[in-house]
């Protein structure tokens, strides 16, 4: 089977490419690198069953005839990429998904389209349901985010209408684990960079906002078995232990702290709440359970030990410590 993935040289993108070649897929990677890298498809190269195009989603697609499947995870992730070029976000989340759809209409192709807990916004319930429909405001810095994925699934639903394309939304709450960029911008890098650096922490807020963190490979886990249901409504997928964000990065800087043997986590410093910034958020992961038999897995000691551990390998330890 053949399998496209846009996206595919970013974090999630890394992890959802080697299970796919794993299961012995053909995957073909669109990805323009504005966020992901080389690097991280590096591994692949060699495979016979993986290919690179180097392109960007919002022209249209490169035909791939004999595509069954296509992943469609081409959009910037990262809070700093919103306030920096909001303008080709909302391309990318409009012209690219359709130019993704437009290829899944000619070749009779299944779409997964990587959705968000952000189409609910600033909720004002405390645990999310895929029937919630969100608190969203229309008009600040993260609308090209949260409105272009709300514009994403539209999308999907228009298309299925008009054009009976097969489509699966999965709505992804906050993942981290290696292959993250370090400068990516979001928090779990950005606490392991500032820690590994001896650099105090900067959370935007008090650090009382919650967050529900997922590891890497239990999300393309959940995307990979939510593409071969026969489920066709949104799907959250995330985990559902909450925490504060001041807990993870208390939890982050500890780790480094013990793994480069340092005397004390390093310093935490509380900057201004970020504008629209949800202040809690928690998935209710009921019908991943129940449609997908999916429930997360990696608990986040391992998970946060496992990713400090690939940082220090890919960025160094301090010397003074080798
Ligand atoms: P990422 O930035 O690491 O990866 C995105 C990839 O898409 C990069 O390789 C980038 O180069 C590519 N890309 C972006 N715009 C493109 C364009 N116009 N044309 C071609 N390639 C383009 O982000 P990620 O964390 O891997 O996220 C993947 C998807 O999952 C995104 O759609 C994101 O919105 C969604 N998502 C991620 C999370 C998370 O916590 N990681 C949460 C919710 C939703």
Not at 54 to 64: M, S
Not at 67 to 90: G, K, M, T
Request: aromatic residues 8%; contains cysteine; glycine residues 8%.
């Amino acid at each position: 089977m053949t399998i496209v993935v846009t996206g595919g040289a970013g974090f999630l993108g890394h992890h959802l490419v080697k299970l796919l070649l794993e299961k012995g897929k053909r995957v073909v990677v669109m990805d323009s690198f504005w966020t992901g890298s080389q690097e991280n498809i590096a591994e692949f190269a060699s495979n016979p069953n993986f290919r690179h195009i180097l392109c960007d989603v919002r022209e249209p697609l490169p035909d791939v005839e004999d595509v069954e499947q296509i992943y469609h995870l081409a959009c910037p992730a990262s809070p700093d990429d919103f306030e920096r070029a909001p303008i080709e976000i909302l391309e990318t989340c409009f012209m690219g998904t359709k130019n993704v759809l437009e290829l899944a209409t000619v070749r009779r192709a299944r779409v997964l389209l990587a959705s968000t807990s952000e189409v609910y916004g600033d909720p004002e319930i405390s645990v999310l349901p895929e029937s919630y429909r969100g608190n969203v405001n229309s008009f600040g810095p993260r609308s090209c985010y949260d409105e272009g994925k709300r514009t994403l699934e539209a999308l999907a639903f228009s298309y299925r209408l008009k054009n009976n394309v097969e489509t699966r939304i999965a709505r992804i709450f906050n993942a981290y684990g290696p292959y993250m960029a370090i400068k990516d911008g979001r928090a779990v890098p950005n606490f392991i960079g500032a820690a590994m650096d001896g650099q105090p922490v900067k959370i935007y807020g008090d650090g009382s906002a919650t967050r529900c963190f997922q590891y890497a490979t239990d999300c393309v886990e959940g995307l990979y078995a939510l593409m071969n249901s026969d489920y066709d409504n949104p799907v959250n997928i995330g985990s559902d232990l909450e925490m504060t964000v001041g807990d993870i990065a208390n939890k982050v800087t500890r780790v480094v702290a013990e793994k480069l043997g340092q005397k004390a986590p390093v310093a935490v410093q509380y900057l201004p709440k970020r504008v629209d910034d949800p202040t809690r958020r928690k998935p209710d992961i009921t019908r991943a359970g129940e449609v997908l038999g999916w429930s997360p897995k990696v608990s986040l000691d391992d998970g946060i030990a496992q990713t400090v551990d690939w940082f220090l390998e890919k960025h160094g330890r301090p010397k003074s410590l080798m």
